[in-house]
């Protein structure tokens, strides 16, 4: 597969597993509402934020919407969009490849951008995401008429589309708009109710397909060439005894079948969405000034509608999104309305200038954007954090303020690479693949000399929860002898040197 070269390259595809992990703390001045709820919203360099997330969330997050600086030349008061373009990928691949580790099995990505880049980026994410995990380039019409000031004005952003598995990824259709529910009618009084009606026909040749068909007006019709009917005769039998067939208003046209309002779970959606549908600038300006004020607002936000689109696609009830570029808070806002859990990023002060006075309002029950649409009357919270000091020092010993549950997640992440969404009171962190994990960290036996449990003896070993099967005990230090360490079939790995600082 072709690879992107730029002049940092190769310091750049190291630069995410460099990033060392780092604790995030909670503010409560700034968190809002019910801090029960899961949602988090970050302030900090989202590279730090990101590792920062992996051991709690690796594999959890279904949907992830990021907007990053287009890098167009222009110049943002909330951005620095004027990057030189080798500084920009170097920007973007490390932040990729910690995304890509936190999607699900299930999950895609989802990320916006123009023509100045998009090219790039699509091969990019290609190699960090696997050619093969390409879903589609949607193209979102951004505006409602052209810019008299260019004579070839773009009308569209792109939204490259990404699933972590190709394999497992699945998407839900689109409810019908009022206009498409329309088209259903009745007029011949189908006790089944409203239909509308498709070819009967297919392409290609199947001898079981190649029946006449005589109509009640009494027309005989064949398959037209190069094509059969749409099924066997037994199964166009049932469907006439069914009522499921349509002739026209004489029941002398060529035979086509119905399909029932009844039976429509929705439509797929496809890679051009019209701004009528989704949204475009002028709306998004508009949704930001009512929040914040034009003289207070965003260059360049995204309208709800698109962002709902996207994630009415994309999740299901009870799915984590994430957005680590969300500037306005436009993704946290509309997952919120939908009844989501997610995760928001930010690194400059309209983190708390702009980003948590939209997701209190959001909460007390704002009414913009598509809350009248989704019935949105507030609800909910989030809370606030900063990044916090690294878990391990510059030396690669643990930082003394963390704690064993802190620990625990890098512990289970280094070793199974699963985000650990559990909280345990005893050294037993779980079995992945047959094979149990402990860890041995601020007594968390009680005081069980010596070092209060932290170190690996006969007397801490029975006090362990059982496992019959392979061991992984992480502590201090061991005072077990191989021998019975492998009649145990325990492995253990010393703190802080077995687990990576990074």
């Not at 920007?91 to 890509?100: F, G, H, K, N, V």
Request: one cysteine or more; proline letters at 6%.
């Amino acid at each position: 597969m072709p690879l992107l070269n730029w002049l940092t390259r190769d310091q750049d595809i190291k630069t995410s597993s460099a990033v060392p992990f780092r604790l995030l703390e909670s503010d409560q001045n700034l968190s809002f509402g019910d801090q029960d709820s899961g949602n988090m919203m970050i302030q900090g360099d989202n590279l730090d934020a990101l590792k920062a997330l992996l051991p709690f969330y690796a594999g959890q997050v279904k949907c992830i919407f990021i907007d990053p600086p287009y890098n167009t030349g222009s110049a943002f008061e909330h951005y620095d969009d004027n990057v030189e373009h080798s500084t920009w990928l170097s920007m973007m691949y490390p932040r990729l490849e910690l995304l890509r580790d936190l999607l699900s099995e299930t999950g895609s990505i989802w990320v916006s951008i123009d023509d100045n880049e998009a090219h790039y980026l699509k091969v990019v994410m290609d190699e960090v995401f696997g050619r093969k995990n390409f879903v589609a380039n949607v193209l979102w019409q951004k505006r409602t008429s052209p810019d008299a000031r260019i004579q070839l004005g773009a009308a569209h952003d792109h939204i490259l589309v990404y699933a972590k598995n190709s394999s497992k990824v699945a998407f839900n259709k689109l409810t019908l708009s009022e206009d498409q529910a329309k088209n259903f009618k009745n007029p011949d009084k189908d006790p089944n109710g409203p239909w509308t009606s498709t070819d009967f026909t297919a392409q290609g040749w199947r001898p079981n397909q190649m029946y006449k068909i005589t109509t009640p007006g009494g027309e005989v019709y064949e398959p037209p060439p190069g094509r059969c009917w749409g099924n066997i005769e037994p199964a166009f039998k049932k469907l006439l005894a069914e009522g499921g067939m349509w002739f026209g208003k004489d029941g002398k046209s060529r035979p086509r079948v119905k399909n029932y309002l009844k039976d429509v779970e929705g439509v797929s959606s496809w890679t051009w969405w019209v701004n009528s549908d989704v949204g475009h600038n002028q709306e998004s300006k508009k949704e930001i000034h009512q929040l914040f004020g034009a003289d207070n607002a965003f260059d360049t936000p995204k309208p709800e509608r698109l962002i709902s689109r996207v994630l009415h696609i994309a999740t299901n009830p009870g799915d984590i999104v994430l957005d680590s570029f969300i500037g306005s808070a436009t993704t946290p806002a509309v997952a919120h309305k939908l009844g989501l859990k997610w995760i928001g990023i930010e690194l400059g002060d309209h983190a708390i200038t702009h980003c948590v006075p939209r997701l209190k309002k959001v909460i007390e029950g704002e009414q913009g954007g598509i809350s009248a649409a989704v019935g949105w009357a507030g609800g909910g919270g989030f809370t606030f954090y900063r990044l916090g000091q690294p878990v391990f020092d510059l030396d690669g010993q643990i930082n003394p303020g963390i704690r064993f549950n802190q620990l625990a997640a890098h512990v289970w992440f280094a070793e199974t690479g699963k985000g650990f969404v559990q909280e345990v009171k005893s050294p037993l962190l779980g079995v992945h693949d047959e094979t149990a994990y402990y860890l041995l960290f601020n007594g968390v036996l009680g005081d069980l000399r010596p070092a209060g449990g932290n170190v690996l003896t006969r007397t801490v070993m029975r006090k362990l929860p059982l496992h019959d099967g392979p061991k992984v005990i992480f502590g201090e230090s061991c005072n077990v002898s191989e021998e019975a360490l492998l009649a145990n079939q325990i492995t253990f790995k010393q703190i802080p040197y077995d687990i990576p600082a990074r």
